[in-house]
């Protein structure tokens, strides 16, 4: 090594040939210039299918495994004004760690840009145990292997912790990393653990709060996977390799010697029944969630998410004594999650606050049981927005999101209840700009003048958005609180409308439609998702199931759509039809309703009750008014008893204790179907001719189970009609026995009589429909072509 530990920066690609000869394969190297620093891993296998290079964070550079395996050298432009370069081995063996890591410098700098350039600590976990005293800069452990950092009881204090290096811990630190820790712990510090599988952790202490709090710190490389979230004592968790958690690079160290283990198991002190807190910043990949399994009821609550899509955190609370999260890390894709736990009834007033340094959407969920659907999952995330139903302020004192960073429109509808209108005027968002304060009732009086378009508040660039329930024992009540931000398409032109009394006079609609009601209803159009106008698009990341896809040609006789659901939107195709004018109109629905008439050429739709998206999400909204909130029965006839042809594309995520069951009144056949999104037999078809009524039922129980179903009749004794079926799905005639047509994932008739078409792929504009429900609404659309 040069005198003084110096060398120039030209000797920077000759001089990591040298380390790597003398350390051998398994290193890693951490660079560091003012502001700055990288560190690599190597090892002879590649175990994380990822194709990404080295991991750039605010500053810094950092190498792993991958980056040397198969190249004789590497460059790098980091240390232009200078930098340190540090390095720790993958090796078992014993030394002597209490004093803080070495490094090269390479270059003199002139000026030091990093405040912490020349302070910061950087330690190895191997043994690692720092002496009580105070922490006046960032403590940056590095290591080859992954491993277990604890911070010993003691004195007062505030803790703010990154898996990431010093250069990038500030708050406000351009790479705005995921924080795996945000505590401030005040008088009653218990010390924490965290399990730290990637190769950085940096943790800074608020001296200026606290300027006499001493911190004592240890670490080894026993690294497990149970783990102990007491109340005051807050954990971190992730999947291997993650680094940061940030949209701007979303990347993952690679290592064979990352705990490839599947599962973390969190207890409660003596298995005790408390609150646990998931903080989750997630980029899942290929459908492959993170799952959260309530040990106390069994449920296994998946979580995707994406960065692309700000769909990436996500809050959540599961009252149980032990909870098991797993992720298969070989799928791709990462997730890091800080895990706290609370008495029952008793949420201290400090603790991690989740939403202070992401920028990206969460999503509030408390995951109790609700009396009418007890359903896992509560907010309802899409592409640029997120959908708030009773369940999530139910009990709840308060709810937060991000969805407005970049701005946002804040829509509301309620039922019109008396005692539900008191309810719904206790609960309120706060403008953090302008500090004022709108109620969900007040929002959901909003219109625009003389129109009756949805009027809204606009919020403009909010890191965090709040909302507060006042109400006596944190009541809720049927509501839909829909907040779009300001990255959606469509945000300035998309018209909004709620269904009760809807009256739409006819008009060319060039941008989407939503419809937006406290309860149920049903609608007419050409390519519809239940979805709002910020996820209508036919390549959106949402990937919602489509509800409607369909070419009626010049000879529109408009439909009726039975939603069940808060949400619809649909889409009418300007492009071709340029002169095309809509109408619109809506109505509340009842049970009654549910009877429907089938005509040729007028299909419908048919789902469960809170059916959203129809993604693997598996997102349901919930609401004590809903029609059939446990389950119900439609009723489809054919006029005047005349014998047509009934045809079912169905997609469900169902088990065999909740069925999808089609019942023909003539023949009294009936076959019952189950499947699931995962292993791909969700979708079926079917078709029946019959000249008698129809029934199609479904129980939902206490299950979060969903299936959504497009219906449409041919009449064959006329020239066969052109209508939509799912994309090149087989056949399944009604009398294939019911484990023959549950195994197949996707059918379609082939019959040579039927003239069907399937419209895919169309360049169309789409009028959306997005009808937030409690309750539910009758929806006509009647579409008028001209010329």
């Known amino acids: 090594m040069p005198e003084n530990g110096l060398l120039n920066p030209a000797m920077v690609v000759s001089h990591i040939d040298d380390l790597s000869t003398q350390l051998g394969s398994n290193l890693v190297v951490f660079f560091c210039i003012q502001m700055s620093y990288a560190m690599f891993f190597l090892s002879l296998f590649l175990i994380l299918p990822s194709t990404d290079a080295f991991i750039r964070l605010h500053k810094s550079v950092l190498y792993d495994e991958v980056d040397f395996k198969g190249v004789n050298q590497i460059s790098t432009d980091m240390c232009t004004a200078g930098c340190k370069v540090v390095a720790d081995l993958a090796r078992r063996f014993v030394r002597d760690t209490q004093q803080e890591k070495d490094y090269v410098e390479i270059g003199r700098p002139a000026v030091n840009l990093d405040p912490y350039y020349r302070t910061a600590e950087v330690f190895e976990p191997v043994n690692l145990k720092r002496n009580k005293g105070i922490a006046s800069a960032p403590i940056t452990i590095l290591s080859a292997y992954p491993f277990t950092v604890t911070v010993q009881k003691g004195d007062s204090n505030l803790v703010f912790a990154r898996t990431t290096g010093y250069d990038a811990i500030d708050r406000n630190s351009a790479d705005t990393c995921f924080t795996a820790m945000d505590n401030d712990f005040g008088g009653a510090f218990d010390g924490f653990s965290m399990a730290i599988n990637g190769p950085l952790l940096t943790l800074v202490f608020d001296i200026d709060k606290y300027p006499h709090s001493a911190v004592e710190l240890s670490a080894s490389t026993d690294f497990k996977f149970e783990l102990y979230p007491f109340p005051q004592q807050p954990t971190f968790i992730s999947s291997p390799g993650f680094v940061c958690g940030c949209g701007s690079a979303p990347e993952t160290y690679r290592s064979s010697a990352v705990s490839m283990g599947n599962a973390y198991t969190l207890h409660t002190p003596d298995d005790k029944e408390m609150v646990l807190n998931f903080d989750m910043d997630i980029d899942t990949i290929g459908g492959q969630p993170v799952l959260i399994y309530d040990h106390k009821t069994t449920l296994n609550h998946p979580f995707s998410g994406h960065f692309a899509d700000m769909t990436n955190a996500e809050h959540v609370q599961l009252q149980t004594y032990r909870a098991t999260v797993s992720f298969d890390a070989q799928a791709g894709g990462s997730f890091g999650m800080r895990v706290w736990a609370y008495d029952v009834g008793i949420e201290p007033a400090k603790t991690t606050s989740g939403f202070d340094a992401t920028t990206s959407v969460v999503g509030y969920r408390s995951l109790t049981h609700f009396m009418l659907l007890t359903s896992s999952h509560a907010s309802i995330r899409l592409q640029h927005s997120i959908l708030y139903d009773e369940v999530d302020f139910k009990g709840v004192d308060q709810v937060t999101t991000h969805m407005c960073a970049a701005g946002c429109k804040v829509y509301a509808t309620i039922t019109g209840d008396e005692s539900n209108m008191q309810i719904a005027g206790n609960i309120a968002i706060v403008d953090p700009s302008t500090e004022e304060t709108t109620s969900i009732l007040d929002l959901s009086l909003l219109f625009l003048q003389d129109s009756n378009k949805k009027s809204y508040?606009?919020?403009?660039?909010?890191?965090?958005?709040?909302?507060?329930?006042?109400?006596?024992?944190?009541?809720?009540?049927?509501?839909?609180?829909?907040?779009?931000?300001?990255?959606?398409?469509?945000?300035?032109?998309?018209?909004?409308?709620?269904?009760?009394?809807?009256?739409?006079?006819?008009?060319?609609?060039?941008?989407?439609?939503?419809?937006?009601?406290?309860?149920?209803?049903?609608?007419?159009?050409?390519?519809?998702?239940?979805?709002?106008?910020?996820?209508?698009?036919?390549?959106?990341?949402?990937?919602?199931?489509?509800?409607?896809?369909?070419?009626?040609?010049?000879?529109?006789?408009?439909?009726t759509f039975m939603v069940n659901s808060p949400l619809l939107t649909l889409s009418f195709d300007t492009a071709k039809y340029p002169h095309s004018q809509v109408a619109l109109t809506g109505s509340s629905a009842s049970a009654s309703d549910f009877e429907i008439t089938m005509v040729p050429e007028k299909p419908t739709f048919l789902s469960s009750p809170g059916f959203m998206c129809g993604g693997a999400a598996h997102q349901v909204y919930r609401s004590s008014a809903l029609i059939g909130a446990r389950g119900m029965t439609y009723t489809l006839l054919t006029p005047n008893d005349k014998e047509m042809k009934f045809n079912f594309a169905t997609v469900m995520d169902t088990d065999f204790d909740h069925p999808v069951t089609i019942y023909d009144l003539k023949t009294t056949f009936y076959q019952s179907f189950s499947g699931n999104i995962h292993d791909r037999t969700s979708r079926v078809n079917l078709f029946l001719q019959t000249d008698d009524m129809v029934a199609v039922s479904f129980t939902l129980e206490d299950s979060d189970n969903f299936y959504e179903m497009r219906v449409w009749v041919d009449d064959e004794s006329e020239v066969a009609t052109k209508t939509t079926a799912s994309p090149k799905e087989a056949t399944t005639s009604a009398q294939e026995s019911k484990a023959t047509v549950a195994e197949k994932e996707s059918t379609t008739t082939t019959n040579a009589q039927d003239s069907k078409t399937t419209v895919s792929g169309k360049d169309t504009t789409t009028s959306s429909t997005e009808n937030p429900s409690l309750s539910m609404i009758l929806l006509a659309i009647v579409a008028v072509i001209l010329g």
């Open 457 to 559: 508040l606009e919020i403009e660039g909010a890191q965090t958005l709040t909302i507060h329930n006042m109400n006596d024992n944190l009541e809720s009540t049927p509501l839909a609180l829909w907040i779009v931000s300001a990255y959606a398409p469509y945000y300035r032109t998309a018209e909004v409308y709620e269904p009760l009394n809807l009256n739409r006079t006819e008009a060319i609609a060039s941008a989407p439609i939503t419809i937006l009601s406290a309860d149920p209803f049903t609608g007419n159009g050409v390519f519809a998702k239940f979805a709002g106008y910020d996820a209508i698009d036919r390549n959106s990341q949402d990937n919602c199931y489509v509800a409607m896809d369909k070419d009626f040609g010049k000879s529109f006789a408009g439909l």
